[in-house]
Each structure stands twice: as structure tokens, then as C-alpha cells.
């Protein structure tokens, strides 16, 4: 048992940026940020840990066979002091978010639970599964407004509906790249029943929905400098997803690098989001 065992089983650098992802909420929503909102960061970090060391407890199968490093299939870390850290994670997140908003307390219980489903039962559920895991990614920036109230939330719709699409095309793809360990782990994903390319073609229509959306005219942080920026992002998303299309195979999809360049958009279309909101 290791502390740095610990830490990695969270995920920390997702955990974290989870955790800044919602001050942009914030600050999209309100064009500022106060010294209570850094409470914001610290409970969707908490959050997000715990749902990913409940993952990585109930995923101990299919990772022995597609991430035998992590620390729990790696023997570092017990199934039951997994599960012990994820309780007390969520709890402590929670516990937390009694101090914001009745709004954001909701949204931090009701994330908390489908994170727990998610681990348990919807993952192995094909597209409700990704389904959750795009509303939870798309939830951050609702958590954030919701800290302004009911409008703040409102003021962030379509930054959410951006966010579900894109991550909806990646969690396809990066299924399509799993399909040999999930199916050995007993997962039913879209591509093990439609197949890689069908996955890839929806994943590809996903990805165009968000393009779309991320153009449309929305908010007072809407002006020529995100025209520019997301208008890159937007170039660097369609060929990502583009790099799926092609695909009959897994192996196909991982060296396509389809996910990771995916990945990179959506973390360039966070700096956009943020310095948007600022300027
Ligand atoms: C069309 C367009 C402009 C799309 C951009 C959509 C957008 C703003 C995505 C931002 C999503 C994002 C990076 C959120 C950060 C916080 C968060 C909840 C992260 C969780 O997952 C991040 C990453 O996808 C996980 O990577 P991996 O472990 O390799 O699956
Ligand atoms: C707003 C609040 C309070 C919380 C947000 C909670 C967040 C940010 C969730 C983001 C999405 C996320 C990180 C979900 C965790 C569950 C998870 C690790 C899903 C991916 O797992 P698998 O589908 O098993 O893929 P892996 O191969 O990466 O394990
Ligand atoms: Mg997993």
C-alpha cells in the first residue's frame, strides 16, 4: 500500500481539471470569480475522484486485461480500501457542498449517485453509458453556473450541450478502442453490437453536432476572439473524429489517435471557453 498508489487510483490530473473545469462554469456564468466559488473546485475534484476509484473497484476485470498498471488490477491498493477511499471521497465532496447553494448541493448527490450507477450497472449498458458519462463531463459547467442560481445554470446550457456531444463521440470511440477487454470483462458496448465503423460513423455525426453548436451565437462571453478560437478547435475536433470514420477495427481506432487528438480539442476548447469569459 502506497500513498502514491493512492493518489494515482484517482486520476488526479482529470480530477483536478474537473475541479477548474467548474470555476469556468463559474466565470462563464457570471464573468467573475469569489473567493466561495474556489468551493466549487473542490467538491467536483472530490466527486470526480471517487467515481473514479469506484470505476476502477468494479472495472478490477476488464483493467487486468486493458490497464494491468493501474493501481487496484496492479495489486497496490485492496478492492476494499478502494472502496472505503471512494466512499469518503464522495462523502467528503458532499459533505462540502453543503456549504454552496441547495442547486449545487442537488447536483453534487445526484452526480454522486450516477457516478456509483455508472461503475456498477450503466457502463455496461451500450450508449446510456456514454450517455452519463457526457452528462457528468457536460454537468461541470452546470455546477458551476448553478453557483449563481438557477439563471447561472441556464447561462451555461449550450456550453453543456457542446460538451455532451464531443464527449459522447470520444466515450464511442474510445469503446470502439476497448471492444477485446470489455467483452472479455463481460461489457456490451455500441461497437461490439453494431460495429467499429457504425460507431465511428455516429461518433463522427456527434462530434458534427457539437461543431455546430459551439457556433451559434450564445452568452456576453460570445465575441470575435471565440469566433477565431473555436473556430480551430473546431477544425482540430471534425479531424479527429474524422480518424474514427475510416475504422473496421479496435486496432484501427487506437492508431488512428482519433481519442487522444479528440482529447487535446476538447482541452483547447476549455482554454477558449476561459479566456472568452475574461476578456
Ligand atoms: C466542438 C467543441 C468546441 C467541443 C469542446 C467540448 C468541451 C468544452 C469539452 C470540455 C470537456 C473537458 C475537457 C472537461 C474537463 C473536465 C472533465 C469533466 C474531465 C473529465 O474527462 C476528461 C477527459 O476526457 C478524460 O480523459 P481520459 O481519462 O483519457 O478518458
Ligand atoms: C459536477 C460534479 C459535482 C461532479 C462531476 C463529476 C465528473 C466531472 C465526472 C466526469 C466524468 C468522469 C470522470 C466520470 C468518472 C467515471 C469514469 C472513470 C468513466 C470512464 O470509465 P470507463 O468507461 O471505465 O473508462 P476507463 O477505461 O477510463 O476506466
Ligand atoms: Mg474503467
Known sequence: MSVSAFIRVTRPHNAVVAGLTALIGYLIATGTLTPPSLLLAVIVALITAGGNVINDVRDVEIDRINRPDRPIPAGEISLAGA??????LFVGGIAIATLTTTLCLAIAIMNSVILIIYAVRLKRTPVLGNA???YLTASVFLFGGAF????GLVRNLSLAA??????????LLKDAEDVDGDAAGGARTLPMLVGVRKTGIFAFACACGAVLVSLLPSGDWWSLFYLAGIAVVD?????????????TTPGCVRESGATSILRTGMFAALAVFAIAAVI
Request: proline share 0%; net charge positive.
Open 83 to 88: 472502496r472505503a477511499y471512494a466512499a469518503a
Open 132 to 134: 452519463a458519462v457526457a
Open 148 to 151: 449563481a442560481g438557477i439563471e
Open 162 to 171: 457542446i460538451t455532451f456531444l464531443a464527449t459522447i463521440a470520444r466515450e
Open 235 to 247: 477544425l482540430v475536433i471534425i479531424f479527429g473524429a474524422f480518424r474514427g470514420v475510416r475504422c
